[in-house]
């Protein structure tokens, strides 16, 4: 079964706990994107990376943190720093062929107690 | 400063009326848009693109340099339909070269029997 999945569907946090937000892709592409998208601000853009090892912030990487050390997978890790993580999290990515058009997963809902 | 814009948050029309969500862009570079689409309980996915001048599910958008605009537009709107839609538009890094999108706030299409 092909697609981009992120685990887990609902995460709780404490205040000042670090945590890590799954997303694993079987499509063989190359890019792979972290969006936050909260009501009525559509979606942000945290974190992207083009290829394995590399990576640059987007518009609101402060308080993230993110790896990519396998082709497959891009997890996020939203720290004590970021003061407002209780949001909706979406993953994307896209092959070098049609860069163009991105594919999302399902979404986390991090909601910090 | 690179910004997608959707002015309306709700929109609702009775089925078979026409239907138009605005987007406006504000880029200075060459844009490239997109229109995606959030169906209840579905993922976000690709609706269509401004460079393939296509029709899908009869949605079509025409980018107007001039207006900056790209609007979506479909002449008779049926309840499935009923959505929320993010206008999006491409733009290049000038300190990367690494392609990212950026969404607008979106707007959530309400199609009234």
């Known amino acids: 079964d092909g697609g981009i999945t992120q685990s887990p569907k609902y995460l709780f946090r404490k205040e000042g706990q670090n945590v890590t937000l799954s997303c694993e892709q079987n499509?063989?592409?190359?890019?792979m994107y972290w969006y936050r998208q909260d009501p009525g601000q559509g979606l942000r853009l945290i974190y992207y990376?083009?290829?394995?090892?590399?990576?640059q912030k987007g518009d609101i990487a402060e308080g993230y943190s993110v790896s990519r050390e396998k082709k497959e997978s891009f997890p996020l890790t939203v720290t004590s720093a970021q003061k407002n993580p209780t949001a909706f999290y979406l993953c994307?990515?896209?092959?070098?062929?049609?860069?163009?058009?991105?594919?999302f997963g399902p979404g986390t809902r991090l909601t910090v107690l | 400063a690179q910004r997608v814009t959707q002015p309306e948050k709700l929109l609702s029309v009775f089925k078979g009326a026409p239907v138009e969500l605005k987007c406006n862009y504000s880029?200075?570079?060459?844009?490239?848009l997109f229109w995606y689409v959030q169906y209840s309980r579905q993922r976000l996915q690709l609706l269509l693109r401004?460079?393939s001048r296509e029709s899908i599910k009869g949605f079509t958008a025409d980018l107007n340099k001039g207006e900056t605009s790209f609007h979506l537009k479909k002449p008779f709107a049926q309840e499935e339909d009923s959505a929320m839609y993010y206008c999006?538009?491409?733009?290049?890094?000038?300190?990367?070269?690494?392609?990212?999108?950026?969404f607008g706030p979106g707007t959530s299409l309400s199609v009234i029997p």
């Open positions: 880029y200075s570079g060459s844009p490239e």
């Open positions: 990376s083009q290829i394995v090892n590399d990576f």
């Open positions: 999006a538009l491409r733009v290049g890094s000038a300190k990367t070269s690494y392609d990212k999108v950026i």
């Open positions: 499509l063989n592409h190359d890019a």
């Open positions: 401004h460079i």
């Open positions: 994307a990515s896209t092959s070098q062929v049609r860069v163009d058009e991105q594919f």
